[in-house]
Antibody, heavy 117, light 111 residues
Framework: EVQLVESGGGLVQPGVSLRISCAAS????????MHWVRQAPGKGLEWVSY????????QYADSVRGRFTISRDNAKNSLYLQMNSLRDEDTAVYFC??????????WGQGTLVTVSS | QSALTQPASVSGSPGQSITISCTGT?????????ISWYQHHPGKAPKLMIYEVTNRPSGVPDRFSGSKSGNTASLTISGLQAEDEADYHC???????????FGGGTKLTVL
């Protein structure tokens, strides 16, 4: 069974950094592309970032480009999102999702990041 | 403001059919057949229901179907059941600087 478990969320002040993680199991992690998707309170889903299976291709949403960095450790079956210069509008539940073609075929339950002073 | 437009809410009685629309542009929904739909019960992991406009992953009931016409995609749920009550989100691949765009989500209420 595919499992994706996010962790590392919390309450942080504007301007600080935070790294969230996603632990994958139940599939060969190193062969799958991965994504981060977020959902702000009361809002729809928003795609954040993509990383290919071997990390050779990385993409970001305009809203986070230059502040967020996606990475992965295939030996540890883990996906990461380093978030710098956090803003109030980054407050959201962050989901990791497995990429299947152009779709997100499995998701975690998310980790809540709250940016507030 | 989400890139794709969905109705904020729809409702239907058990056994009825409902359709949720997802309107984009010629840069996303109109340009690609990479439209997918997700069911999300708050607090749980979203679940893929439809991909590439019309395809259902294994295990998704055939009560769920998808279609597309021009810049608008649609999700139809027939024979509504109480467990279908959830939020539904559409997404499309896009030729814009953001390669995947989502709708704002639609809350389905089963009366």
């Amino acid at each position: 069974e595919v499992q994706l478990v996010e962790s590392g969320g919390g309450l942080v002040q504007p301007g600080v950094s935070l790294r969230i993680s996603c632990a994958a199991s139940g599939f060969i992690f190193s062969t799958y592309n991965m994504h981060w998707v977020r959902q702000a309170p009361g809002k729809g889903l928003e795609w954040v970032s993509y990383i290919s299976s071997s990390a050779t291709t990385i993409q970001y949403a305009d809203s986070v480009r230059g502040r967020f960095t996606i990475s992965r450790d295939n030996a540890k079956n883990s996906l990461y999102l380093q978030m710098n210069s956090l803003r109030d509008e980054d407050t959201a539940v962050y989901f990791c999702a497995r990429g299947g073609g152009y779709r997100f075929d499995s998701w975690g339950q998310g980790t809540l990041v709250t940016v507030s002073s | 403001q989400s890139a794709l437009t969905q109705p904020a809410s729809v409702s239907g009685s058990p056994g009825q059919s409902i359709t949720i629309s997802c309107t984009g542009t010629s840069s996303d929904v109109g340009a690609y057949n990479y439209i997918s739909w997700y069911q999300h019960h708050p607090g749980k992991a979203p679940k893929l229901m439809i991909y590439e406009v019309t395809n259902r992953p294994s295990g998704v009931p055939d009560r769920f179907s998808g279609s597309k016409s021009g810049n608008t995609a649609s999700l139809t749920i027939s024979g509504l059941q109480a467990e279908d009550e959830a939020d539904y989100h559409c997404t499309s691949y896009s030729s814009s600087s953001t390669p995947w765009v989502f709708g704002g989500g639609t809350k389905l209420t089963v009366l």
